[in-house]
């Protein structure tokens, strides 16, 4: 209860940021396209909240390592995306990191946590590459790397929060579910 208690803390500290993200001071082009980018497509939805979930799953310090690595390693990938350095197979990355995150979901498979890390990371080169090559021109790059890293870490929390609450309730089988979930809307988006 107490993992539960700190995660909801974490979420009502970061959903306030959100929320004033239209402060009147400053420039906040950047930093309102960056937070929407990753709410806007549904790989990018289903693979951060899968996110959350499967680190919950696993509980531990997969709880902080995976999402952590997932963020820090995105922002990487978005600079390699503003520089336009070619990167093969973006598209074919992002569905292929929502159907593998729901099939280690879906089949409960705690992987140990480096090797869980580094398949985040491998994702998370995508997910900030297709972020940074579609920035705007006009934008600031920090502002808007700023916000899909802080949208990425909430979705990221939110999927956690789901993990935790079903771990609570003793409903394990219910994140099974929505892994399941998450491996069909990876399947829809590999045929549309």
Known sequence: MRRLNRLLLI???????LAFAHGAHGETGGFMHGLLHPVGGLDHLLAMLAVGLWAAQMGGRALWMVPGTFVAVMVLGGFLGFSGLPLPAIEQGIGASVLV????????????????AALVG?????????????????????AYVLG??????????????LGQLLHVL????????????VVLGGLYLAVV
Do not use: D, Q
């Open 122 to 142: 491998l994702f998370a080169v995508f997910h900030g590459y297709a972020h940074g090559a579609e920035m705007p021109a006009t934008l600031g790059a920090g």
């Open 170 to 181: 003793k409903r394990p089988e219910m994140a099974r579910v929505a892994g399941g979930a």
């Open 148 to 161: 899909f890293a802080l949208a990425t870490a909430a979705l990221h929390l939110l999927g956690m929060g």
């Open 101 to 116: 995150l729901g099939v280690l979901i879906a089949a409960a498979l705690p992987l140990p946590l480096v090797l869980s």
């Open 11 to 17: 979420g009502a500290c970061v959903f306030p940021t």
